[in-house]
Antibody, heavy 121, light 108 residues
Framework: EVQLLESGGGLVQPGGSLRLSCAAS????????MSWVRQAPGKGLEWVSY????????TYADSVKGRFTLSRDNSRNTLYLQMNSLRAEDTAVYYC??????????????WGQGTMVTVSS | EIVLTQSPGTLSLSPGERATLSCRAS???????LAWYQQKPGQAPRLLIS???SGATGIPDRFSGSGSGTDFTLTISRLEPEDFAVYYC?????????FGPGTKVEIK
């Protein structure tokens, strides 16, 4: 079955760190670019970061640049998001999403079920 | 940054009616890199349309997309009960990729 499964969410204090994982199955993971998209409670969708299939290029939203690091391990079919210096405004459901090609401009044709991150003291 | 505006914010319709949702961009979206997603409560978004008008795999043909440049439209020809949800447009032309605020289609 083609799917994405996120994990690693939870409750963290402001200034803390968390690492999210997204395990892919049912497709050739390394052949596709991947992104993280988040959704604050009751709000809309916000693209967070993007990485090419080969892992050579990452791009970040200004809101997380310098605090979040995106990486991937194609041998493990897994995408990671290291989140440091977390703020209350980072509270959201985090979705990993697959692009329909290895690099370039593509929509998200597969989404995970999401993992909740809550930043609160 | 390309800002997307969606209208209306909420659309109240009955099953069987036609729904027309609008997405307007603050600048031209190159190569029609515009997608539409459907999201139901507690679920992840689902891709409906990419490239402004190409239906995604498995999407019923009652969903159609049109438009170019700065003005795009998602049309649901006859609403089914399962179509009541929130719909987002997204541009993937230029980073940061951005989403519109969404249109909620609710049962009248």
């Amino acid at each position: 079955e083609v799917q994405l499964l996120e994990s690693g969410g939870g409750l963290v204090q402001p200034g803390g760190s968390l690492r999210l994982s997204c395990a892919a199955s049912g497709f050739t993971f390394g052949s596709y670019a991947m992104s993280w998209v988040r959704q604050a409670p009751g709000k809309g969708l916000e693209w967070v970061s993007y990485i090419r299939g080969g892992g050579a290029r990452e791009t970040y939203a200004d809101s997380v640049k310098g605090r979040f690091t995106l990486s991937r391990d194609n041998s493990r079919n897994t995408l990671y998001l290291q989140m440091n210096s977390l703020r209350a405004e980072d509270t959201a459901v985090y979705y990993c999403a697959k692009s329909s090609s290895s690099w370039g401009n593509d929509a998200f044709d597969l989404w995970g079920q999401g993992t909740m991150v809550t930043v609160s003291s | 940054e390309i800002v997307l505006t969606q209208s209306p914010g909420t659309l109240s319709l009955s099953p069987g009616e036609r729904a027309t949702l609008s997405c307007r961009a603050s600048q031209s979206v190159g190569s029609d890199y515009l997608a539409w997603y459907q999201q139901k409560p507690g679920q992840a978004p689902r891709l409906l349309i990419s490239g402004a008008s190409s239906g995604a795999t498995g999407i019923p043909d009652r969903f159609s997309g049109s438009g170019s440049g700065t003005d795009f439209t998602l049309t649901i020809s006859r609403l089914e009960p399962e179509d009541f949800a929130v719909y987002y447009c997204q541009q993937y032309d230029a980073f940061p990729w951005t989403f519109g605020p969404g249109t909620k289609v609710e049962i009248k």
